[in-house]
């Protein structure tokens, strides 16, 4: 059912594709199934209003709040759902990932639920408080330098080594269907929503929201909102073709990463927009979530809330919904310290 | 029904009085009165669990979550009952309260919500972000020198200027009954609680807590939390009249105030016990639940978990309540900074 929906980078039109189900790319089936699966091990997060934010945004906002997610973020439905999807024989092999952070930590814990063994190469350099959750979860940790291209040669010697299945932190289709269950979960909650805003990184919230929302309620539109630093996604859906980030850096750690092989089509296809936000407006908003909300959230899920407030005539008079999907912040190392 | 108890204080027994259900000491019909006449105005906040503090305590530990109350904190309840507790007559007068923060705030929006005129007096030095909460929600605010009597005497003159009805920020059986509230739905939401913990300054929260814990469940244990450095309900407890502070100060703000003439024959007669706990504790424990459980806490509710972390002895293998009193830090004072 091929859809024609204004977008607001381009100001043009674009096509929505057919919502294939085939193995790449999940049905809202896969993301239901998801749910069952991964119901025993992950939390059904609240949804938290704010007075403050509906006066500061004039619209209605609805957080669905993932930084209150077991391991501190969403990654825990995407990756208990690759951990119980896989057969017994390929669980005896144990599982590996590359991850700076959330991703690792979420499967680290989800081998754990499934008692399996589990690696992961991390950065010299990742945030203390995501190495100590890592191994908090009894992973075995394989340190690498900070490049894309070490981190990759790293798993793969592990994978070597352990026979383990890799688990990509977002582009695998059991990762995707998995983190569409938060936007599932928030639309069983609340009804009549207009607009979804979520972070995107290497875009496999963002992929699976999409998916989700476009399935349940084809008129709702859907936002990734990333770092102006960082626009890849915002290049890329520009471009047509995945596009490289130009170099800089942003306060929000957890969307530095480039689109993937199978979100990148399913984002070009599915989702109404892109909207950058500046790295100002990214601590603001984790001041607002902070102050009003009373919730640690990490910057880059306060990227999402910038985004809503950078675009009141996208958003004015709406019901919207935000994924908050991390808290987890080094306490230390506050960006507005 | 006079009982006997162990106290962790002095390593000895007292009485429990009978419950009185005169006008100074609210009943547990005060209580559920209150809960419906608040119901509309404040929130049911929620109970969050934390395998972390869990491990932590050897406890199973159930959060009631007032940090996520209406402005911030538990005072909603108290104030919010009282103001909607004024006859019509009354109402007209308006309110008024001195109040270095969530008090002040907390009676600001109920008169807000109610329409009627309120003037909070406010020591000069009081943490910005709770003038601009009392500010906000559009009181009068008569600034005063930081002392107990320059209060009591601005406070005076605001009464007779306005002739409004003056709101205890605890010693005030419509604000007891108010907070006692947070417990009721903390025990309506879980059962088979063992003991409960909460914060003591005035001792508002304290002995509302206290009144409807033995009420709805005798058996179960109640103990204030309050810091070392500002022992004043340990030293009344011990000496049986209400002691004066030593004069040293905490990071606590919320907590440095003595008992009231209602609240310490309360606490006297219902609660267990008083734990008392170190700076660094507090500073830990605050940490602690942002780390875990992504939650903005102020200091004077951090000293309920230190509590909890102090007396494993008392808490392993106890379900155990802990009122999350308040949120409202200011971001750029962190105690940890």
């Known amino acids: 059912m091929p859809r024609a929906m204004q977008s607001v980078w381009a100001g043009g039109t674009y096509n929505f594709g057919e919502v294939k189900s085939d193995d790449s790319v999940p049905s809202i089936e896969h993301v ?17 209003t704010s007075n403050a934010v509906n006066e500061a945004s004039g619209a209605e906002v609805f957080f669905k709040c993932e930084n209150l997610q077991k391991a501190g973020a969403f990654k825990a439905r995407g990756a208990t759902n690759a951990v119980f999807s896989l057969s017994d024989e390929e669980a005896l092999r144990g599982v590996a ?8 930590a979420a499967l680290a814990r989800a081998a754990g639920l499934r008692g399996i063994p589990v690696t992961v190469v991390m950065p010299r350099n990742a945030l203390a ?11 075995a940790i394989v340190y690498c330098e900070p490049t894309p291209q070490a981190r990759d040669e790293a798993l793969a ?8 299945v890799v688990i990509h932190p977002f582009d695998d289709p059991r990762v995707i269907a998995g ?47 990333e770092p102006r630093n960082f626009d890849d996604a915002w290049q ?20 530095l990463t480039t689109l993937g092989k199978l979100t990148f089509p399913i984002i070009r296809d599915h989702v109404t927009g892109i909207i950058t936000v500046s790295e100002e407006s990214i601590v603001d908003a984790m001041r607002l979530v902070w102050e009003r909300l009373k919730l640690v959230i990490e910057p880059s899920a ?24 991390g808290g987890n912040v080094d306490p230390d190392t506050l960006p507005w310290a």
Chains 1, 2 share one sequence.
């Open 32 to 48: 239901r199934r998801a749910a069952e699966r991964i119901g025993p091990y992950v939390r059904r997060t609240p949804v938290f």
């Open 97 to 104: 990932t590359q991850s700076s952070g959330n991703h690792g």
């Open 129 to 139: 408080i995501k190495k100590k959750a890592v191994a908090g979860h009894g992973a």
């Open 157 to 164: 010697r592990v994978a070597a080594r352990t026979k383990a």
């Open 179 to 225: 983190q569409g269950t938060a936007a599932l979960e928030l639309f069983e909650e609340v009804k009549d929503i207009d607009a979804v805003i979520a972070p995107v990184g290497g875009g496999g919230l963002l992929s699976g929201t999409a998916l989700t929302v476009r399935s349940l309620r084809p008129a709702a539109r859907v936002f990734g909102a």
């Open 236 to 255: 890329s859906l520009k471009s047509g073709r995945i596009m490289p980030s130009t170099g800089k850096t942003s306060i929000a750690d957890g969307l």
């Open 302 to 325: 306060a990227v999402a809330v910038a985004a809503l407030l950078a675009q009141p005539d996208e958003f004015q008079g709406r019901r919207v919904g935000i994924i908050l999907s």
